[in-house]
């Protein structure tokens, strides 16, 4: 992999996330979004995603047995029998060539507009996961976390990002699901920025259960959908309490081995009724040696390095 497919891994990552973002909104609170800035920003995000199928035909891959496969056959092989399919679907421009290659084409003409281009497009997606494992960009955000001691720090941000997300695409699916959520709830102007803000702070105080009540569904449809999105709320809620407890308790790897070696020191020497004078020299000495020790065995790692990472540890 070069530097600059990694920055083009980069860039395409970048505009996943622009997309799952915007399409919810588009898909819940836009009538046309094939207008003005939407539509600008639509044709090059198709241009850029339609040259992204020509450059996954010329991009290397490692096969099962580890090497990499740089034959031009076999790498296009492997491209139309895995992500082809999806990444086609989700980035050929169905409406433009519904009004300009192919006018007469009625099933295209019905796509125009409608509901199902907007959801092929949010297909793209799916390509995140793609791009997260098929390139470098997962591996050196991991080893940057890992080794600048971030790694908590990192779990934070990416559990407060996943709730706002969630927050994010409630409300949305809140505006799909009907209006009578929102026409019974007449307490700011009826503009766009209005409705997307009544829509995210009912979506916030579901999610954290809160639940304050005076944004309530008018129909079966919405009232199925409060029922689906409580079941997401709660069930968010308990795996945000259960990384967090996670994150906090492995904060400090070497601070927790001190604490697990002295308790099971002081459970030896209560076993062996020293004196107590022998028991203060032994505590003092091996509180030393445990302040000053690593909470990993070296030895262990250096067992389970090859030995040509031995030879380059040995030589540092």
Known sequence: ?????????????????????????????????????????????????????????????????????????????????TWFALDFCSSIPLEHLSTGLLPSFEALKILKGGKLIKVLKMLRAVKLVKIMQASQIALRVEEAMMLGNYQSNFDMVRILATCCYLCHFLACLMAISG?????????????????????LYWSVTTVTTVGYGDITPASDEERLFTMF??????????????????????????????????????????????????????????????????????????DDLSPELRHAVADF
């Open 1 to 81: 992999w070069s530097r600059k497919r990694l920055a083009w891994d980069i860039f395409m990552a970048c505009l996943l996330v622009y997309l799952a973002v915007v399409l919810p909104f588009n898909f819940g609170f836009m009538d046309d979004e094939n207008s003005g800035f939407f539509q600008v920003v639509g044709i090059l995000v198709d241009i850029c995603f339609t040259l992204d199928i020509g450059l996954n035909f010329r991009t290397t891959y490692m096969n099962k047995e580890g090497v990499e496969v740089t034959d031009g056959r076999a790498i296009a092989v492997n491209y139309l029998t």
């Open 229 to 302: 999105a409580m079941l997401v709320g709660g069930s968010f809620y308990g795996y945000v309490v259960g990384n967090i407890s996670v994150i906090i308790s492995n904060r400090d790897v070497h601070k927790r081995s001190y604490r697990e070696r002295m308790r099971l020191l002081a459970s030896w020497l209560g076993h062996h009724r020293f004196p107590k004078a022998l028991r203060h020299r032994i505590w003092i000495y091996y509180k030393s040696y445990q302040t000053n020790k690593m909470g990993l065995d070296e030895t262990k790692v250096l």
């Open 179 to 199: 209006s009578g959520f929102l026409d019974q709830y007449r307490r700011n102007e009826d503009t766009l920025a209005s409705k997307y803000c009544s829509a």
